[in-house]
């Protein structure tokens, strides 16, 4: 199954493409940019020069896999919708994959390793962080702590929790993968209350994240949608656009007013 996969949830743009068989994943190409609010100029071409590199005329895809976010709005909307579009063009199905689990899966490649713990985070802007928590075994995941956003200091003190189960011998280590959270880089101290074993930005694990929606999807993490089911893939926003929560907090100090 030749398959193309992309996400633009968050500063990482990411595309790659390659086959998947019998649970094994052959990566023929692929690439990344971290260029913030240039993906929709970027992602069209930089797919179609994946498919080049690759020697894949885009008729000969047989699924595309998409990462649905938690992400930025914009973001995670372009590369669902281009999904969607493809698909429908070209007549085939759609996987639809948590970015946060793919990051996870981009900092963790490693099928043989006994136990990590990963927990993702992507600044969400007022000191909150989308996030999750996932542990990996031999190669399988399991959510311990669902995609949502949380405060960064909620986030700090779950991963002090998993820190203490550190002090046990069969205690796995803890991988933070983070964004660099430029916007806001004062809350960066409160998750460096949480001891970890080793921290990945976003830009060391970006060229790996389409490979990773890859293997993600040979291991069988969602369903594929056919058909008129494509539809129905929606972004994964996590919050709502910072403008309507302008609006809800203008409303609220007007209705205070006397």
Same mark, same amino acid.
């Given at each position: ?74 973001? /995670?909307?372009?590369?669902? @919708?281009?999904?969607? #579009?493809? &698909?429908?063009? %070209?007549?085939? =199905?759609?996987? $639809? ?54 405060? /960064?200091?909620?986030?700090? @003190?779950?991963?002090? #929790?998993? &820190?203490?189960? %550190?002090?046990? =011998?069969?205690? $796995? ?86």
């Amino acid at each position: 199954m030749v398959v193309l996969t992309m996400d633009t949830a968050t500063d990482a743009l990411s595309v790659a493409v390659g086959r998947i068989e019998d649970g094994a994943v052959e990566v023929s190409a692929a690439a990344a940019s971290l260029v913030p609010r240039g993906h929709s100029r970027l992602l069209q071409p930089l797919a179609m020069q994946v498919c080049q590199t690759a020697g894949i005329e885009p008729r000969e895809l047989e699924g595309i896999v998409v990462g649905v976010g938690p992400g930025s709005y914009t973001g /995670v909307r372009l590369a669902v @919708s281009t999904a969607k #579009a493809m &698909a429908l063009v %070209l007549g085939v =199905p759609v996987l $639809p994959v948590s970015t946060l689990r793919a990051l996870a899966e981009a900092s963790c490649p490693d099928q043989t390793a006994a136990s990590w713990l990963v927990m993702p985070l992507v600044y969400a802007r007022r000191r909150r962080a989308f996030g999750a928590l996932y542990h990996k075994q031999f190669g399988v995941w399991r959510t311990l702590e669902e995609e949502r956003v949380r405060a /960064v200091e909620e986030w700090s @003190s779950r991963m002090a #929790a998993q &820190a203490a189960r %550190l002090s046990q =011998p069969e205690g $796995p280590p803890l991988c933070l993968v983070t964004d660099d959270f430029r916007e806001s880089h004062h809350v960066l101290p409160e998750l460096r209350l949480a001891p970890v074993h080793m921290r990945a930005p976003l830009a060391a694990v970006a060229g790996g994240l389409g490979p990773a929606l890859l293997r993600l999807a040979a291991a069988g993490a969602a369903t594929w949608r056919r058909g008129d089911e494509v539809h129905e893939i929606e972004p994964m926003y996590g919050l709502a656009v910072e403008a309507e929560v302008k609006l809800e907090e203008a409303k609220g100090r007007g209705h205070g007013q006397v």
